[in-house]
Structure formats: C-alpha cells, structure tokens
C-alpha cells in the first residue's frame, strides 16, 4: 500500500512537471521571432507587497524665506555649502578595495628521552614483607626501572589571497557624541536566480570624507563588510543538511 501511494505521488508530480514545462514551451513558441516584452509603466505604491520605506531621518526644521533671497526656506543646502554628509539621513560612497595576500608557514619539532632506574635493597626491613606480598618473588635491587620517549612534529601551512574592488552607497544613522557618524549599507542585484548581497557598517570622521561625498573602507571603524549570494549557485555550492549535520555530531 505504501509503495502504491509513493507510485501515485511521483506520477502526480511527473503530470505537475510537465504541465507547467508545456505551458513554457507554448509562450516560448509563440514568441519566436519577436523582441522580448518590455514591462509597462506603473505606479510603484500600486504593486503587491509595496512597503513605504522607513530611514533615520533629522529633526525637521521650520524656516522662512527671507525677502529678495534666491534660496526658500526649504533648501537643503546653500550653493556654497559643503555638501559632504554630515547629518542622520544623508548617503555617502564608500570605496571598498581589498587587497590582502598573507602566506605563512610554520614548522615545530620536539623530541625528549627520560629513564628512571630506582633500587631499594634495603627499606627498614619492609623489604622481607615483600616477599609474603609477592609469592613470585621480588628483587629489591631491581624495583622500579622506567623508560618514556616523546617525540612531537608539527607542521603547518597558511596561504591566502583575496581581491574585492566594489562601492556602496551608505546612509548616515546616527551621529555620536564625539561627532563621528554611523553608517550603514546594502546593496542587493539580482541576475537570474542568483542574488548577490554586499552590506556594509562601521563609524567614520566627517573630516575623513572626501570632497567628493566618498570614503575609503580602511577610514571606517568597526567596519563589518559582509559579501555574499543567495540562490541556486550558492546552494549548490553548499553541502547538503544532512551533511552538515554530520560533520557536526560526528567525533571521528
């Protein structure tokens, strides 16, 4: 009975399969010759599972246009104003170029060789109750002789190379008492079925930015830089569960 019921359920997802690989080949069929479509126009807040983004925002301020002033109250910043990042919610560039080769090799040898060689002939006459203790007989001349031989070689072997050259855009999250600023990043693109992932966080110095509204990786402090995909690449690349789960609970 239960062989029946795996039967049927294979063939069920066999017909499942097919139906929708036929369903493929007919819209594939259809558009042979023809440019591929082009998604119109939309209101992007009409789509399904619109969210309204959320950031970290200053504290509004209310200012009134002077007279005979080419700036209105609501400009952000002056023409002669520095209009590198400074405040929470503004975005800056960070350039990420890492570069690290670093090659180790270490190697460790150990030998040690130690002997003990003790006699007792004579201990205040205890001697002669070893015999009674020992019916085989025992030799006090000859009562503990060790010997021990230790030898230990190690080697090991670290060789590593690692190139990243990207930028990401970060907002401004939070400005600390000492004036420096938090920053955060994220950056997703999706191609195909894969989708790369490049995040990024730390503290920078208003002063380290340069004129240009960009900074350099190795000016932010506590930098936690994250590069990575999700997908079907990535998933083949992975071991499966199973694996993994054995790799954890097996002690050999």
Avoid at 106 to 119: P, Q, V, Y
Wanted: hydrophobic share 35%; with cysteine.
């Amino acid at each position: 009975m239960r062989k029946l019921a795996l039967i049927s359920f294979l063939g069920l997802t066999l017909c499942a399969s097919t139906a929708l690989t036929a369903c493929g080949s007919v819209d594939r069929l259809a558009s042979i010759g023809a440019a591929p479509n082009q998604s119109g126009i939309e209101n992007p807040t009409m789509k399904p599972g619109y969210k309204p983004v959320s950031m970290p925002m200053p504290t509004p301020k209310s200012e009134e246009r002077l007279a005979n002033s080419l700036w209105t109250g609501g400009s952000r910043k002056t023409f002669f104003e520095d209009q590198r990042a400074d405040n929470v919610g503004d975005i800056l560039t960070v350039t990420i170029n890492i570069k690290d080769d670093a090659n180790l090799k270490n190697e460790t040898t150990r030998d040690r060789t130690a002997g003990e060689d003790t006699t007792a002939p004579s201990v205040l006459g205890f001697e002669g109750y070893l015999g009674k203790a020992f019916p085989d007989g025992v030799n006090p001349a000859q009562l503990l002789d060790l010997q021990t031989t230790s030898q230990h070689k190690g080697t090991g072997e670290i060789k590593r190379e690692e190139e990243v050259n990207l930028k990401v855009a970060a907002i401004v999250s939070q400005i600390l008492p000492n004036g420096n600023l938090v920053i955060e990043g994220r950056q997703e693109v999706r191609v195909n079925f894969e989708n790369r992932v490049l995040q990024l966080s730390g503290i920078i110095r208003p002063e380290d930015i340069n004129i240009d509204n960009t900074i350099s990786y190795e000016k932010v402090a506590e930098a936690r830089i994250s590069y990575g995909g999700k997908g079907q690449m990535t998933d083949v690349q992975q071991p499966r569960y199973g694996q993994q789960v054995l790799d954890v609970l097996s002690p050999f």
